[in-house]
C-alpha cells in the first residue's frame, strides 16, 4: 500500500516564525488532505490539495504529484497553531480510504 | 450542519465487555470510515464502506466488526474488549474528495 512520511517529526518554533512541514508519499494518488490536530484532538481540515497550490490566510500548501511530496507552509505562527499536522492521502480510484503519515507535532511558544 | 457525528464521547469497558460506538453522517456521502489513533502511529484503518451494503477490512480489523446500517450510519462493535483496544476511535464520511472526522470517542479498556 501507500507509504506516507511526514518530516520534521516535531518542531519547536517562536511565535511569529515561518515553518514548512513536508509529505512524502510512496504513489500516485488522487486525493492528498492536510489536517490540524488540536490540543482537544479534534482533527480540522486544512487543505484538500491532490495538486496544485491553495493558499488560507497565514497557512498555504503546494502538491507536486509527478514528485511525490507536498509541503504546508505556515507563516506568522501563533501560539494557537500548535498542534500535531497530518498529511493523508488516497489512492487512484475515488473513495480509496485516506492512509495517514505520523504526524509533525508543532509547538509555538510565545 | 452536524457533519460527521460519533457516539459516546468517553467511554471506559472492563476487558471482555462488548459495545458498539455509533456514526452517523448528514452529508449524503457514499464512503465511511473507521479509523483509530495510539501515541505516535497517526490514524489506522479499521473498517471502510465505500457504499450502502459493502463493508472492506482495513489495517487493523481485528477484534471489531462493522454494520453499514443504511446511507447516514456505519458502527464499529467491539465483542470482547480487550487493553490493546484502548485507543481513540474517529469516524469519517467522504464523497469521491475530501473526507470528514468525526469529534473522536475515548475508549479506555482496563
Known amino acids: 500500500g501507500i507509504q506516507v512520511e511526514q518530516s520534521p517529526p516535531d518542531l519547536i518554533l517562536q511565535e511569529g516564525a515561518n515553518s514548512t512541514l513536508r509529505c512524502n508519499f510512496s504513489?500516485?494518488?488522487?486525493?492528498l488532505q492536510w489536517f490540524h490536530q488540536n490540543p482537544w484532538g479534534q482533527l480540522i481540515n486544512l487543505f484538500y490539495i491532490p495538486s496544485g497550490t491553495k493558499q488560507n490566510g497565514r497557512l498555504s500548501a503546494t502538491t507536486v504529484a509527478t514528485e511525490r511530496y507536498s509541503l504546508l507552509y505556515i507563516s506568522s505562527s501563533q501560539t494557537t497553531d500548535s498542534g500535531v499536522y497530518f498529511c493523508a492521502v488516497g489512492g487512484y480510484s475515488g473513495n480509496t480510504p485516506l492512509v495517514f503519515g505520523k504526524g509533525t507535532r508543532l509547538s509555538v511558544i510565545a | 450542519n452536524a457533519g460527521v457525528t460519533q457516539t459516546p464521547k468517553f467511554q471506559v469497558l472492563k476487558t471482555g465487555q462488548s459495545m458498539t460506538l455509533q456514526c452517523a453522517q448528514d452529508?449524503?456521502?457514499?464512503?465511511m470510515y473507521w479509523y483509530r489513533q495510539d501515541p505516535g502511529m497517526g490514524l489506522r484503518l479499521i473498517y471502510y464502506s465505500a457504499s450502502e451494503g459493502t463493508t472492506d477490512k482495513g489495517e487493523v480489523p481485528n477484534g471489531y466488526n462493522v454494520s453499514r446500517l443504511n446511507k447516514r450510519e456505519f458502527s464499529l462493535r467491539l465483542e470482547s474488549a480487550a487493553p490493546s483496544q484502548t485507543s481513540v476511535y474517529f469516524c469519517?464520511?467522504?464523497?469521491?474528495?475530501?473526507?470528514?472526522f468525526g469529534q473522536g470517542t475515548r475508549l479506555t479498556v482496563v
Open positions: 452529508m449524503n456521502h457514499n464512503s
Open positions: 469519517a464520511s467522504s464523497e469521491m474528495a475530501e473526507a470528514f
Open positions: 504513489d500516485s494518488v488522487n486525493n
